[in-house]
């Protein structure tokens, strides 16, 4: 069913890739629209998958595995929900052992164990708070300790915070942002990179407003422009060690970081500015991280790939 969305307190202007129409009916026509989703809004970051209405689709019951990550394993950051939860799904049915890290998603965490358990995966949960380098690593001992070794790692955890304008962040917000969605990076890559042996693969969650601009996202588009010149510097650095380091900029997702980000308002109108017209799920962008981890990307490094529906072309 198609629907219209317009904002009468919007003056005419444009705002989330819609049309609106003032008070009085004058302005630019409003879109049509496939409602995916109704208003909703979480007080609290990253968000609770299990609160979200509809649950976002993580698993693809027709994907068919080939053993690609057999033997190898991989630690993820967020991975209890979100994309991170499809990568971690993905990973498990191509036989990877799974470390899923998370900050205080417990019922998320759980939900996404079982999940792999029964597909008789491998899993194990550490939480924590990765802005911290002796958690990242506690990340790395625990790790090691139970599996010997590391050899994926996917930087995927991050928050971001609606604000309309830079003088409404923060100096704190600012630091919180860069801590959550760089700082951890580093410092959990630098503890892992010293039991990754040649073969390895680092990928990083960056996005598509660091290509794009995102007014309402200063200070997360910032850590993302961040997280590219991170990788391809870091690829470059580690060329010669066989240790490959690509980013996926995801477009717009269904994830806990949208409603734990926007205003309940916008949550209809995801992505619908897209060529595809909608938002993505999950278990849509999960096959890119099994390539980049596995053997059938050798010869990919330094590369920043783009999951968006067509919205952005780079």
Not at 142 to 148: H, L, N
Not at 169 to 189: A, C, H, R, V
Not at 284 to 313: C, R
Request: hydrophobic share 35%.
């Amino acid at each position: 069913m198609n629907y219209q969305y317009c904002n009468s307190n919007n003056k005419g202007q444009d705002d989330y890739g819609l049309k609106y129409i003032n008070e009085q009916g004058y302005g630019l026509i409003c879109k049509e629209y496939k409602l995916e989703f109704p208003p909703q809004h979480q007080d609290s970051q990253p968000g609770m998958e299990y609160l979200m209405n509809p649950r976002p689709i993580f698993n693809n019951p027709y994907y068919r595995s080939a053993g690609k990550l057999m033997g190898k394993v991989a630690i993820i950051t967020g991975g209890d929900s979100g994309i991170g939860r499809a990568v971690a799904v993905g990973f498990a049915k191509e036989r990877a052992a799974v470390v899923i890290v998370y900050y205080n998603e417990e019922k998320d965490a759980q939900e996404t164990k079982e999940f792999i358990e029964r597909i008789g995966g491998t899993c194990i949960l550490i939480s924590g708070d990765i802005k911290e380098p002796d958690f990242c690593d506690k990340i790395v001992e625990e790790t090691v300790k139970r599996f010997g070794k590391i050899d994926i790692l996917v930087n995927n955890a991050g928050v971001q915070y609606q604000q309309k304008s830079l003088l409404d962040i923060t100096n704190e917000q600012f630091d919180l942002t860069m801590k959550t969605n760089i700082y951890s990076m580093f410092y959990l890559t630098k503890t892992a990179l010293k039991h990754m042996l040649p073969g390895g693969s680092i990928i990083n969650v960056t996005s598509i407003t660091t290509f794009k601009g995102e007014p309402e996202l200063i200070d997360y588009v910032t850590s993302k422009g961040a997280i590219v010149g991170f990788t391809r510097s870091l690829a470059t650095n580690l060329a010669k060690q066989n240790i490959r380091v690509n980013a996926i900029a995801p477009g717009v997702f269904w994830t806990p970081l949208q409603p734990a980000c926007w205003e309940a308002e916008k949550i209809p109108t995801l992505g619908s500015d897209s060529p595809m017209g909608r938002a993505g799920h999950p278990y849509e962008i999960a096959p890119l991280f099994i390539y980049l981890a596995s053997d059938d990307s050798s010869y990919v490094t330094g590369q920043v790939m783009q999951v968006n529906g067509g919205e952005y072309k780079g």
